[in-house]
Protein backbone atom coordinates (compact mmCIF):
# COMPACT_ATOMS: atom_id res chain seq x y z
CA UNK A 1 0.00 0.00 0.00
CA UNK A 2 0.94 3.50 -0.57
CA UNK A 3 1.80 5.52 1.78
CA UNK A 4 -1.83 7.29 1.92
CA UNK A 5 -2.93 4.13 4.08
CA UNK A 6 -1.72 5.96 6.91
CA UNK A 7 -4.82 8.99 5.99
CA UNK A 8 -7.72 6.36 5.71
CA UNK A 9 -6.66 4.21 9.34
CA UNK A 10 -6.49 7.82 10.52
CA UNK A 11 -9.64 9.07 9.45
CA UNK A 12 -11.47 5.59 10.34
CA UNK A 13 -9.95 5.66 13.99
CA UNK A 14 -9.85 9.10 14.85
CA UNK A 15 -13.30 10.49 13.15
CA UNK A 16 -15.31 7.07 14.79
CA UNK A 17 -14.10 7.93 18.22
CA UNK A 18 -15.80 10.03 20.68
CA UNK A 19 -15.14 13.43 21.00
CA UNK A 20 -12.59 14.44 23.52
CA UNK A 21 -11.37 10.60 24.09
CA UNK A 22 -8.02 9.93 23.26
CA UNK A 23 -7.23 7.87 20.34
CA UNK A 24 -4.16 5.55 19.64
CA UNK A 25 -3.17 4.91 16.17
CA UNK A 26 -1.02 2.47 14.86
CA UNK A 27 1.39 4.85 12.41
CA UNK A 28 4.70 2.65 11.88
CA UNK A 29 6.87 4.61 9.04
CA UNK A 30 4.26 7.25 9.16
CA UNK A 31 5.66 10.62 8.73
CA UNK A 32 4.71 12.59 12.05
CA UNK A 33 4.83 15.66 9.67
CA UNK A 34 1.60 14.07 7.76
CA UNK A 35 -0.14 13.05 10.98
CA UNK A 36 0.43 16.21 12.81
CA UNK A 37 -0.66 18.71 9.07
CA UNK A 38 -4.09 15.97 9.17
CA UNK A 39 -5.10 16.56 12.79
CA UNK A 40 -3.98 20.69 12.48
CA UNK A 41 -7.06 20.16 9.12
CA UNK A 42 -9.26 17.95 10.96
CA UNK A 43 -9.53 19.80 13.88
CA UNK A 44 -8.10 16.94 16.31
CA UNK A 45 -4.82 17.40 18.36
CA UNK A 46 -1.29 15.14 18.55
CA UNK A 47 -0.21 14.43 21.33
CA UNK A 48 2.50 12.38 20.34
CA UNK A 49 3.72 9.84 18.12
CA UNK A 50 6.37 7.18 19.89
CA UNK A 51 6.90 3.57 19.04
CA UNK A 52 5.26 3.62 16.40
CA UNK A 53 1.87 4.43 17.67
CA UNK A 54 0.34 7.68 17.40
CA UNK A 55 -1.72 9.42 20.60
CA UNK A 56 -4.48 12.01 19.30
CA UNK A 57 -7.11 14.16 21.13
CA UNK A 58 -10.45 13.48 18.96
CA UNK A 59 -11.78 17.16 18.21
CA UNK A 60 -13.29 19.13 17.92
CA UNK A 61 -10.97 20.27 20.64
CA UNK A 62 -13.09 23.25 22.38
CA UNK A 63 -10.71 26.93 22.02
CA UNK A 64 -9.71 28.90 24.77
CA UNK A 65 -12.96 30.79 24.91
CA UNK A 66 -15.30 27.83 24.78
CA UNK A 67 -13.49 26.73 27.86
CA UNK A 68 -13.76 30.32 29.58
CA UNK A 69 -17.69 30.25 28.74
CA UNK A 70 -18.09 27.23 30.42
CA UNK A 71 -17.36 28.53 33.88
CA UNK A 72 -19.68 30.85 35.81
CA UNK A 73 -19.13 34.44 34.96
CA UNK A 74 -18.12 35.58 38.39
CA UNK A 75 -15.46 32.49 38.55
CA UNK A 76 -14.25 32.57 35.01
CA UNK A 77 -10.24 33.51 35.38
CA UNK A 78 -9.64 37.16 35.26
CA UNK A 79 -12.65 38.17 36.54
CA UNK A 80 -11.44 38.35 40.20
CA UNK A 81 -8.49 40.31 40.82
CA UNK A 82 -6.50 39.73 44.53
CA UNK A 83 -4.05 42.12 45.86
CA UNK A 84 -2.44 41.21 48.70
CA UNK A 85 -1.74 44.97 50.00
CA UNK A 86 1.08 43.76 52.19
CA UNK A 87 2.37 40.65 54.00
CA UNK A 88 3.09 41.45 58.01
CA UNK A 89 -0.01 40.88 60.55
CA UNK A 90 -0.43 41.60 63.73
CA UNK A 91 -1.35 37.96 64.37
CA UNK A 92 0.51 34.31 63.33
CA UNK A 93 -2.00 32.01 63.26
CA UNK A 94 -0.81 28.41 62.46
CA UNK A 95 -2.86 27.91 59.18
CA UNK A 96 -1.90 31.05 57.60
CA UNK A 97 -1.34 30.51 53.68
CA UNK A 98 0.49 33.54 53.51
CA UNK A 99 3.02 32.83 56.25
CA UNK A 100 1.92 36.25 57.61
CA UNK A 101 2.99 37.38 61.44
CA UNK A 102 4.13 40.07 63.22
CA UNK A 103 7.82 39.33 62.01
CA UNK A 104 7.23 38.62 58.67
CA UNK A 105 8.44 41.59 55.75
CA UNK A 106 5.57 43.94 54.90
CA UNK A 107 6.45 43.59 51.21
CA UNK A 108 3.41 46.34 50.16
CA UNK A 109 2.65 47.48 46.73
CA UNK A 110 1.69 50.90 47.59
CA UNK A 111 -1.16 52.76 46.41
CA UNK A 112 -0.13 54.12 43.21
CA UNK A 113 0.52 50.39 41.83
CA UNK A 114 -2.42 49.08 43.31
CA UNK A 115 -4.06 51.99 41.38
CA UNK A 116 -2.37 51.25 38.03
CA UNK A 117 -3.07 47.31 38.97
CA UNK A 118 -6.76 47.78 39.00
CA UNK A 119 -7.14 50.14 36.06
CA UNK A 120 -5.40 47.70 33.91
CA UNK A 121 -7.38 44.48 35.61
CA UNK A 122 -10.72 46.23 34.41
CA UNK A 123 -10.06 47.25 31.22
CA UNK A 124 -9.00 43.22 30.75
CA UNK A 125 -12.32 42.03 32.49
CA UNK A 126 -11.89 42.16 35.82
CA UNK A 127 -15.15 42.51 37.56
CA UNK A 128 -14.27 42.23 41.23
CA UNK A 129 -11.20 43.68 43.56
CA UNK A 130 -10.24 41.57 46.99
CA UNK A 131 -7.78 43.55 48.88
CA UNK A 132 -5.98 40.86 51.65
CA UNK A 133 -2.80 40.21 52.97
CA UNK A 134 -0.82 40.09 55.82
CA UNK A 135 -3.76 42.44 57.59
CA UNK A 136 -4.35 45.44 55.22
CA UNK A 137 -5.10 47.93 58.03
CA UNK A 138 -1.68 48.06 59.44
CA UNK A 139 -1.34 50.27 56.52
CA UNK A 140 -1.57 54.10 57.42
CA UNK A 141 -2.39 54.26 53.49
CA UNK A 142 -5.60 51.82 53.38
CA UNK A 143 -8.05 54.19 52.90
CA UNK A 144 -6.22 55.66 49.57
CA UNK A 145 -6.12 52.25 48.26
CA UNK A 146 -9.18 51.24 49.18
CA UNK A 147 -10.85 54.58 47.68
CA UNK A 148 -8.70 53.87 44.34
CA UNK A 149 -10.12 50.12 43.92
CA UNK A 150 -13.84 50.98 45.04
CA UNK A 151 -13.68 53.68 42.26
CA UNK A 152 -13.50 51.24 39.75
CA UNK A 153 -14.63 47.96 40.30
CA UNK A 154 -16.58 46.20 43.85
CA UNK A 155 -14.11 45.32 46.06
CA UNK A 156 -13.54 43.08 49.49
CA UNK A 157 -11.40 44.01 52.02
CA UNK A 158 -10.03 41.11 53.77
CA UNK A 159 -9.25 41.76 57.34
CA UNK A 160 -8.87 40.01 61.21
CA UNK A 161 -11.13 42.90 62.45
CA UNK A 162 -9.10 43.35 65.23
CA UNK A 163 -7.75 46.71 65.15
CA UNK A 164 -10.64 49.06 64.67
CA UNK A 165 -9.53 51.45 67.05
CA UNK A 166 -7.98 54.82 67.62
CA UNK A 167 -6.39 55.50 64.01
CA UNK A 168 -7.86 52.71 62.69
CA UNK A 169 -11.16 53.13 63.61
CA UNK A 170 -11.13 56.31 61.77
CA UNK A 171 -9.36 54.91 58.54
CA UNK A 172 -12.22 52.04 58.61
CA UNK A 173 -14.95 55.03 59.37
CA UNK A 174 -13.68 57.08 55.86
CA UNK A 175 -13.85 54.08 53.64
CA UNK A 176 -16.72 54.00 51.32
CA UNK A 177 -20.08 51.91 52.23
CA UNK A 178 -20.97 51.64 48.63
CA UNK A 179 -18.86 48.94 46.46
CA UNK A 180 -17.46 48.14 49.78
CA UNK A 181 -17.53 44.60 51.50
CA UNK A 182 -15.40 43.90 54.70
CA UNK A 183 -14.34 40.33 55.07
CA UNK A 184 -13.80 38.95 58.49
CA UNK A 185 -12.30 35.77 60.02
CA UNK A 186 -14.09 34.07 62.76
CA UNK A 187 -13.52 30.63 62.38
CA UNK A 188 -16.04 29.38 65.30
CA UNK A 189 -18.68 30.10 67.47
CA UNK A 190 -17.26 30.24 70.33
CA UNK A 191 -13.57 31.00 71.22
CA UNK A 192 -11.94 27.78 71.92
CA UNK A 193 -11.37 26.89 68.30
CA UNK A 194 -10.54 29.87 67.29
CA UNK A 195 -8.47 30.91 69.90
CA UNK A 196 -6.20 27.30 68.66
CA UNK A 197 -5.04 28.82 66.06
CA UNK A 198 -5.07 32.13 66.04
CA UNK A 199 -4.19 32.89 69.78
CA UNK A 200 -5.49 33.23 73.32
CA UNK A 201 -8.38 36.59 73.05
CA UNK A 202 -8.85 36.71 69.16
CA UNK A 203 -11.90 35.26 68.80
CA UNK A 204 -13.51 38.00 71.32
CA UNK A 205 -11.60 41.04 69.59
CA UNK A 206 -12.38 39.79 65.75
CA UNK A 207 -16.56 39.09 67.33
CA UNK A 208 -16.18 42.84 68.34
CA UNK A 209 -14.86 44.57 64.95
CA UNK A 210 -17.42 42.45 63.30
CA UNK A 211 -20.02 44.35 65.18
CA UNK A 212 -18.13 47.82 64.94
CA UNK A 213 -17.88 47.39 61.26
CA UNK A 214 -21.54 46.44 61.19
CA UNK A 215 -22.49 49.53 63.28
CA UNK A 216 -20.22 51.65 60.82
CA UNK A 217 -22.84 50.60 58.17
CA UNK A 218 -20.44 48.42 56.46
CA UNK A 219 -21.61 45.22 55.00
CA UNK A 220 -19.38 42.49 56.38
CA UNK A 221 -18.66 39.10 54.89
CA UNK A 222 -17.67 36.50 57.74
CA UNK A 223 -15.64 33.68 56.66
CA UNK A 224 -14.66 30.76 59.08
CA UNK A 225 -11.53 28.67 57.91
CA UNK A 226 -11.68 25.14 59.62
CA UNK A 227 -9.99 21.40 59.46
CA UNK A 228 -12.10 19.04 58.70
CA UNK A 229 -12.50 17.10 62.03
CA UNK A 230 -13.57 20.55 63.52
CA UNK A 231 -16.99 21.31 60.94
CA UNK A 232 -19.65 19.33 61.99
CA UNK A 233 -22.81 20.22 61.62
CA UNK A 234 -23.79 21.42 65.26
CA UNK A 235 -20.39 23.34 65.01
CA UNK A 236 -21.85 24.86 61.78
CA UNK A 237 -25.23 25.44 63.19
CA UNK A 238 -24.21 27.34 66.07
CA UNK A 239 -21.52 29.60 64.00
CA UNK A 240 -24.56 30.25 61.79
CA UNK A 241 -26.49 31.52 64.98
CA UNK A 242 -24.20 33.26 66.31
CA UNK A 243 -23.92 35.35 63.29
CA UNK A 244 -27.60 35.70 62.68
CA UNK A 245 -27.55 37.34 66.13
CA UNK A 246 -25.02 39.99 64.84
CA UNK A 247 -26.88 40.51 61.82
CA UNK A 248 -24.85 39.11 58.55
CA UNK A 249 -26.31 38.25 55.61
CA UNK A 250 -26.97 34.17 55.37
CA UNK A 251 -25.50 34.84 51.59
CA UNK A 252 -22.35 36.47 54.00
CA UNK A 253 -21.93 33.53 55.94
CA UNK A 254 -19.10 31.65 54.68
CA UNK A 255 -16.94 28.38 56.29
CA UNK A 256 -13.97 27.21 53.36
CA UNK A 257 -11.66 24.21 54.66
CA UNK A 258 -7.96 24.97 55.43
CA UNK A 259 -5.83 24.69 52.43
CA UNK A 260 -2.65 22.99 52.72
CA UNK A 261 -0.45 26.05 51.64
CA UNK A 262 2.15 28.12 53.85
CA UNK A 263 2.10 27.31 57.38
CA UNK A 264 -0.86 24.94 57.24
CA UNK A 265 0.58 20.57 57.62
CA UNK A 266 -2.65 19.54 57.06
CA UNK A 267 -5.56 20.84 54.59
CA UNK A 268 -7.04 20.71 51.29
CA UNK A 269 -4.37 20.25 48.56
CA UNK A 270 -4.77 22.96 45.95
CA UNK A 271 -2.33 22.85 42.56
CA UNK A 272 -2.69 24.82 39.40
CA UNK A 273 -4.28 21.74 37.76
CA UNK A 274 -7.43 21.47 40.37
CA UNK A 275 -7.65 25.06 41.26
CA UNK A 276 -9.75 28.07 39.06
CA UNK A 277 -7.33 30.44 39.52
CA UNK A 278 -7.93 33.58 40.42
CA UNK A 279 -5.40 36.13 39.33
CA UNK A 280 -3.20 37.22 42.78
CA UNK A 281 -0.67 39.96 42.64
CA UNK A 282 1.39 40.85 45.62
CA UNK A 283 4.61 43.01 45.59
CA UNK A 284 6.58 40.25 43.97
CA UNK A 285 4.77 39.09 40.96
CA UNK A 286 1.42 37.41 39.52
CA UNK A 287 0.53 34.48 40.87
CA UNK A 288 -2.42 31.73 39.69
CA UNK A 289 -4.41 32.09 43.44
CA UNK A 290 -4.37 33.86 46.34
CA UNK A 291 -3.99 30.93 48.82
CA UNK A 292 -0.48 29.88 47.07
CA UNK A 293 0.66 34.00 46.60
CA UNK A 294 3.83 33.04 48.31
CA UNK A 295 4.62 29.85 46.55
CA UNK A 296 7.19 29.49 43.62
CA UNK A 297 4.66 26.40 41.84
CA UNK A 298 2.03 29.28 41.49
CA UNK A 299 3.73 31.82 40.08
CA UNK A 300 3.14 32.92 36.18
CA UNK A 301 4.77 35.71 35.97
CA UNK A 302 7.22 38.17 37.80
CA UNK A 303 6.10 41.00 35.92
CA UNK A 304 3.53 43.28 37.64
CA UNK A 305 2.66 45.10 34.22
CA UNK A 306 1.19 44.88 31.69
CA UNK A 307 -1.30 42.86 34.07
CA UNK A 308 -3.60 41.80 30.75
CA UNK A 309 -0.34 40.18 29.27
CA UNK A 310 -0.62 38.15 32.65
CA UNK A 311 -4.07 37.67 33.03
CA UNK A 312 -4.20 36.12 29.11
CA UNK A 313 -1.63 33.50 30.31
CA UNK A 314 -3.74 32.55 33.14
CA UNK A 315 -6.47 32.33 30.84
CA UNK A 316 -4.20 30.51 28.39
CA UNK A 317 -2.88 28.10 30.85
CA UNK A 318 -6.18 27.24 32.67
CA UNK A 319 -7.87 26.13 29.10
CA UNK A 320 -4.97 24.19 28.64
CA UNK A 321 -5.31 22.63 32.29
CA UNK A 322 -9.00 21.88 31.27
CA UNK A 323 -8.48 19.72 27.92
CA UNK A 324 -5.70 17.91 29.82
CA UNK A 325 -8.20 17.03 32.66
CA UNK A 326 -11.48 16.24 30.09
CA UNK A 327 -9.47 14.16 28.09
CA UNK A 328 -7.44 12.40 31.37
CA UNK A 329 -11.87 11.84 32.78
CA UNK A 330 -12.05 9.66 29.44
CA UNK A 331 -9.17 7.63 30.13
CA UNK A 332 -10.08 6.86 33.91
CA UNK A 333 -13.85 6.51 33.40
CA UNK A 334 -15.05 3.63 35.88
CA UNK A 335 -18.49 2.51 34.00
CA UNK B 1 -47.42 21.88 23.63
CA UNK B 2 -47.25 19.68 26.33
CA UNK B 3 -44.83 17.30 25.26
CA UNK B 4 -41.68 18.04 23.94
CA UNK B 5 -41.32 18.04 19.66
CA UNK B 6 -39.65 14.87 19.18
CA UNK B 7 -36.48 14.66 16.78
CA UNK B 8 -35.05 11.23 15.50
CA UNK B 9 -31.57 10.95 14.36
CA UNK B 10 -29.46 7.93 12.91
CA UNK B 11 -26.96 6.94 15.70
CA UNK B 12 -23.82 6.22 13.16
CA UNK B 13 -20.97 7.63 16.14
CA UNK B 14 -20.84 7.46 19.08
CA UNK B 15 -20.78 11.52 18.74
CA UNK B 16 -24.34 11.60 17.69
CA UNK B 17 -25.49 11.52 21.63
CA UNK B 18 -23.54 14.69 22.28
CA UNK B 19 -25.00 16.34 19.49
CA UNK B 20 -28.89 16.01 19.70
CA UNK B 21 -27.98 16.34 23.94
CA UNK B 22 -26.84 19.88 23.10
CA UNK B 23 -29.85 20.28 20.74
CA UNK B 24 -32.06 19.17 23.36
CA UNK B 25 -30.05 21.59 25.62
CA UNK B 26 -30.02 24.70 23.51
CA UNK B 27 -33.85 24.11 22.62
CA UNK B 28 -34.89 23.86 26.10
CA UNK B 29 -34.52 27.70 26.45
CA UNK B 30 -35.74 28.46 23.23
CA UNK B 31 -40.18 28.35 22.29
CA UNK B 32 -40.38 24.78 21.68
CA UNK B 33 -39.35 22.23 24.03
CA UNK B 34 -37.37 19.29 22.04
CA UNK B 35 -35.58 15.77 23.04
CA UNK B 36 -34.35 12.80 20.25
CA UNK B 37 -34.66 9.44 19.98
CA UNK B 38 -31.56 7.34 17.93
CA UNK B 39 -32.48 4.62 15.10
CA UNK B 40 -30.06 2.67 13.48
CA UNK B 41 -31.11 2.81 10.55
CA UNK B 42 -32.26 5.52 8.10
CA UNK B 43 -35.18 3.18 6.64
CA UNK B 44 -36.61 2.74 10.58
CA UNK B 45 -36.21 6.28 10.95
CA UNK B 46 -38.14 6.95 8.10
CA UNK B 47 -40.95 4.26 9.23
CA UNK B 48 -40.69 6.01 12.45
CA UNK B 49 -41.41 9.55 10.83
CA UNK B 50 -44.90 8.63 9.11
CA UNK B 51 -46.08 6.02 12.03
CA UNK B 52 -46.06 9.67 13.70
CA UNK B 53 -43.24 8.09 16.66
CA UNK B 54 -41.40 11.41 15.90
CA UNK B 55 -42.14 14.65 14.52
CA UNK B 56 -38.96 15.77 12.80
CA UNK B 57 -36.21 13.15 10.93
CA UNK B 58 -32.92 14.62 10.28
CA UNK B 59 -32.67 12.71 6.99
CA UNK B 60 -30.21 12.00 4.67
CA UNK B 61 -30.82 13.08 1.59
CA UNK B 62 -32.04 9.70 0.43
CA UNK B 63 -34.02 9.50 3.28
CA UNK B 64 -35.77 12.45 2.49
CA UNK B 65 -36.71 11.19 -0.92
CA UNK B 66 -37.76 8.12 0.76
CA UNK B 67 -40.40 10.27 2.42
CA UNK B 68 -41.25 12.28 -0.31
CA UNK B 69 -42.23 9.01 -2.54
CA UNK B 70 -43.79 7.60 0.16
CA UNK B 71 -45.72 10.35 1.47
CA UNK B 72 -46.93 11.02 -2.04
CA UNK B 73 -45.11 14.62 -1.28
CA UNK B 74 -47.23 15.29 1.91
CA UNK B 75 -44.05 16.13 3.67
CA UNK B 76 -41.86 19.36 3.89
CA UNK B 77 -37.99 19.74 4.73
CA UNK B 78 -37.47 22.55 7.72
CA UNK B 79 -33.94 23.23 7.48
CA UNK B 80 -30.44 22.27 6.57
CA UNK B 81 -26.28 22.99 6.96
CA UNK B 82 -25.27 25.47 4.69
CA UNK B 83 -23.00 22.71 3.22
CA UNK B 84 -25.86 20.63 2.89
CA UNK B 85 -26.63 22.83 -0.21
CA UNK B 86 -23.60 22.36 -2.07
CA UNK B 87 -22.62 18.91 -1.60
CA UNK B 88 -20.15 17.28 -4.29
CA UNK B 89 -19.21 13.85 -5.09
CA UNK B 90 -15.84 13.66 -6.42
CA UNK B 91 -14.00 10.81 -8.67
CA UNK B 92 -10.14 9.98 -8.08
CA UNK B 93 -7.87 7.70 -9.29
CA UNK B 94 -4.19 7.23 -7.94
CA UNK B 95 -2.18 9.77 -9.14
CA UNK B 96 -0.63 9.69 -12.30
CA UNK B 97 -3.51 7.68 -13.62
CA UNK B 98 -4.30 10.47 -16.56
CA UNK B 99 -7.69 10.42 -16.20
CA UNK B 100 -9.39 13.57 -17.76
CA UNK B 101 -13.19 12.84 -17.37
CA UNK B 102 -15.93 9.82 -16.55
CA UNK B 103 -15.73 8.67 -20.02
CA UNK B 104 -12.06 8.12 -19.51
CA UNK B 105 -13.60 5.34 -17.24
CA UNK B 106 -14.32 3.42 -20.03
CA UNK B 107 -13.81 -0.44 -19.54
CA UNK B 108 -12.36 0.42 -16.19
CA UNK B 109 -13.36 -0.71 -12.78
CA UNK B 110 -14.88 1.50 -10.31
CA UNK B 111 -14.62 1.32 -6.74
CA UNK B 112 -18.08 2.67 -5.07
CA UNK B 113 -19.56 3.39 -1.52
CA UNK B 114 -22.17 1.55 0.10
CA UNK B 115 -25.19 1.13 -2.14
CA UNK B 116 -27.56 3.43 -0.20
CA UNK B 117 -24.97 6.13 -0.07
CA UNK B 118 -26.54 8.96 -2.66
CA UNK B 119 -22.67 10.22 -2.86
CA UNK B 120 -20.73 7.32 -3.56
CA UNK B 121 -22.76 4.89 -5.03
CA UNK B 122 -26.35 6.16 -6.50
CA UNK B 123 -25.24 9.60 -8.00
CA UNK B 124 -21.89 8.23 -9.42
CA UNK B 125 -23.77 5.70 -11.21
CA UNK B 126 -26.17 8.23 -12.70
CA UNK B 127 -22.71 10.21 -13.04
CA UNK B 128 -21.38 7.60 -15.44
CA UNK B 129 -24.53 6.94 -17.35
CA UNK B 130 -24.79 10.82 -18.24
CA UNK B 131 -20.92 10.41 -19.65
CA UNK B 132 -22.84 8.13 -21.93
CA UNK B 133 -21.19 5.20 -20.25
CA UNK B 134 -23.84 2.01 -20.58
CA UNK B 135 -23.77 -0.35 -17.25
CA UNK B 136 -21.79 -2.95 -19.36
CA UNK B 137 -19.01 -0.62 -20.09
CA UNK B 138 -17.98 0.04 -16.53
CA UNK B 139 -17.42 -2.47 -13.77
CA UNK B 140 -18.70 -1.44 -10.76
CA UNK B 141 -16.88 -2.23 -7.52
CA UNK B 142 -19.40 -1.93 -4.55
CA UNK B 143 -17.92 -1.75 -1.05
CA UNK B 144 -21.27 -2.17 0.89
CA UNK B 145 -19.54 -1.28 4.86
CA UNK B 146 -22.20 0.54 5.93
CA UNK B 147 -25.57 -0.22 4.65
CA UNK B 148 -28.27 1.36 6.61
CA UNK B 149 -26.51 4.55 7.09
CA UNK B 150 -26.92 5.86 3.76
CA UNK B 151 -22.78 6.42 3.81
CA UNK B 152 -22.88 8.60 6.86
CA UNK B 153 -20.50 6.71 8.74
CA UNK B 154 -17.60 7.16 5.66
CA UNK B 155 -16.55 3.50 6.08
CA UNK B 156 -17.38 2.12 2.52
CA UNK B 157 -15.73 5.01 1.04
CA UNK B 158 -12.49 4.58 3.34
CA UNK B 159 -12.92 0.97 2.14
CA UNK B 160 -13.13 1.76 -1.57
CA UNK B 161 -9.95 3.50 -1.35
CA UNK B 162 -8.25 0.79 0.02
CA UNK B 163 -9.60 -1.32 -2.61
CA UNK B 164 -8.06 1.74 -5.34
CA UNK B 165 -5.05 1.93 -3.64
CA UNK B 166 -4.08 -1.72 -3.66
CA UNK B 167 -4.99 -1.11 -7.63
CA UNK B 168 -8.45 -3.51 -6.99
CA UNK B 169 -9.98 -0.69 -9.14
CA UNK B 170 -8.87 1.88 -11.09
CA UNK B 171 -11.59 4.80 -9.70
CA UNK B 172 -13.04 5.52 -6.76
CA UNK B 173 -16.51 7.90 -6.33
CA UNK B 174 -16.88 9.50 -2.57
CA UNK B 175 -18.06 12.64 -0.59
CA UNK B 176 -16.62 15.67 -1.09
CA UNK B 177 -16.81 15.31 2.71
CA UNK B 178 -14.83 12.54 2.60
CA UNK B 179 -12.21 13.48 0.16
CA UNK B 180 -11.97 16.65 2.85
CA UNK B 181 -11.52 14.20 6.22
CA UNK B 182 -8.76 13.13 4.58
CA UNK B 183 -7.20 15.77 3.31
CA UNK B 184 -6.17 14.51 0.85
CA UNK B 185 -5.48 17.32 -1.72
CA UNK B 186 -2.92 18.02 0.02
CA UNK B 187 -1.82 14.94 2.34
CA UNK B 188 -2.57 12.25 -0.51
CA UNK B 189 -1.31 13.93 -3.35
CA UNK B 190 1.56 11.78 -4.06
CA UNK B 191 -1.34 9.15 -4.22
CA UNK B 192 -4.41 10.16 -5.20
CA UNK B 193 -6.02 12.71 -7.47
CA UNK B 194 -9.28 14.25 -8.47
CA UNK B 195 -10.14 14.54 -11.51
CA UNK B 196 -14.03 15.12 -11.55
CA UNK B 197 -16.06 16.69 -9.11
CA UNK B 198 -19.64 16.69 -9.85
CA UNK B 199 -22.48 19.48 -9.87
CA UNK B 200 -23.55 20.72 -6.71
CA UNK B 201 -26.67 18.81 -5.05
CA UNK B 202 -28.09 19.10 -1.96
CA UNK B 203 -27.54 16.26 1.55
CA UNK B 204 -29.46 16.37 4.84
CA UNK B 205 -32.51 17.89 6.37
CA UNK B 206 -34.85 18.68 8.93
CA UNK B 207 -38.18 16.57 7.55
CA UNK B 208 -41.75 16.89 8.66
CA UNK B 209 -45.29 15.43 7.64
CA UNK B 210 -47.41 17.73 5.84
CA UNK B 211 -49.57 17.46 9.58
CA UNK B 212 -47.25 18.86 11.82
CA UNK B 213 -48.63 22.67 12.94
CA UNK B 214 -46.76 25.66 11.64
CA UNK B 215 -47.09 27.26 15.17
CA UNK B 216 -44.76 24.03 15.84
CA UNK B 217 -42.57 24.18 13.21
CA UNK B 218 -41.82 27.49 12.65
CA UNK B 219 -40.81 28.62 16.14
CA UNK B 220 -38.31 25.69 16.33
CA UNK B 221 -36.64 26.76 12.68
CA UNK B 222 -36.54 29.93 14.08
CA UNK B 223 -34.80 29.43 17.16
CA UNK B 224 -32.66 26.14 14.83
CA UNK B 225 -31.70 29.43 12.55
CA UNK B 226 -30.30 31.26 15.10
CA UNK B 227 -27.70 29.24 16.14
CA UNK B 228 -24.64 31.33 16.40
CA UNK B 229 -21.09 30.01 15.29
CA UNK B 230 -19.69 32.74 17.16
CA UNK B 231 -21.32 31.16 20.36
CA UNK B 232 -18.48 29.89 21.89
CA UNK B 233 -21.05 27.21 23.45
CA UNK B 234 -22.60 26.16 20.66
CA UNK B 235 -19.71 26.25 18.25
CA UNK B 236 -18.28 22.71 19.12
CA UNK B 237 -22.04 21.39 18.71
CA UNK B 238 -22.32 23.09 14.91
CA UNK B 239 -18.59 21.55 14.44
CA UNK B 240 -19.72 18.50 15.43
CA UNK B 241 -22.50 18.22 13.08
CA UNK B 242 -20.45 19.52 10.53
CA UNK B 243 -22.28 22.98 9.41
CA UNK B 244 -19.74 25.37 7.73
CA UNK B 245 -21.40 27.90 10.18
CA UNK B 246 -25.17 28.07 10.37
CA UNK B 247 -28.33 26.45 9.63
CA UNK B 248 -30.05 27.71 6.30
CA UNK B 249 -33.80 27.33 4.99
CA UNK B 250 -33.85 24.64 2.44
CA UNK B 251 -33.96 24.95 -1.61
CA UNK B 252 -35.77 22.03 -2.94
CA UNK B 253 -34.18 21.61 -6.21
CA UNK B 254 -30.68 20.74 -5.29
CA UNK B 255 -32.50 17.25 -4.76
CA UNK B 256 -33.74 16.96 -8.72
CA UNK B 257 -30.86 14.57 -9.36
CA UNK B 258 -31.39 12.18 -6.96
CA UNK B 259 -35.22 11.88 -7.91
CA UNK B 260 -34.03 11.50 -11.13
CA UNK B 261 -31.29 8.67 -9.99
CA UNK B 262 -33.90 7.09 -7.94
CA UNK B 263 -35.87 6.35 -10.61
CA UNK B 264 -33.30 5.59 -13.32
CA UNK B 265 -32.04 3.30 -10.87
CA UNK B 266 -35.46 1.71 -9.69
CA UNK B 267 -33.74 2.18 -5.97
CA UNK B 268 -36.98 0.58 -3.59
CA UNK B 269 -38.87 3.00 -1.97
CA UNK B 270 -38.01 1.78 1.56
CA UNK B 271 -34.31 2.02 1.57
Redesign the interface.
Known sequence: ?????I??DL??RV?????GSIVEVPVAGADPA?IE??CE???HRLLSVEGGTARILR??V??D??I???VPADRRPGARLWIYTNFDCNLACDYCCAKSSPQTERRAIGPELIERLVEEGVSSGVSEVFLTGGEPFLLPDLDQIVSACVKRAPTTLLTNGMLFRGRRLELLRSMPREGLALQISLDSATPDLHDRHRGRGTWQRALDGIRTAVAEGFRVRVAATVAADESGAAESAAFHRLLDEVRIDRDDQVIRPIAQRGFAEDGVALTVESLIPEVTVTADGVFWHPVAADHEDQLVTRDLFPLGDAIEEVQRRFADYRRETDAAAQRFTCA | MSKPLLIGAVAY???VV?IWEGFRDYFADGPVETDFVLFSNYGRQVDALLDGVVDIAWNTNLAWVRTVLQTDGKCRALAMRDNDLAFQTVFAA?AGSGFADLSDLRGRRVALGSRDSAQAAILPVQYLREAGLGDDEVELVRLDSDLGKHGD???SE?DA??VL??EDADAVALGAN?WK????D???S???EAFWTSPEYCHCNFTALETLDPDVYEPWVEHLLAMSWDD??L??LM??EGLERKWVRPDLDGYASLFKAVEDQRIPARW
Not at chain 1, 1 to 5: A, T
Not at chain 2, 181 to 184: F, G, K, N, V, Y
Open positions: MVSGGLLVEGGAVVVRWRSGGPPDEALSS | TPNPRTGRLIRLDTALAAELMDALPERPEL
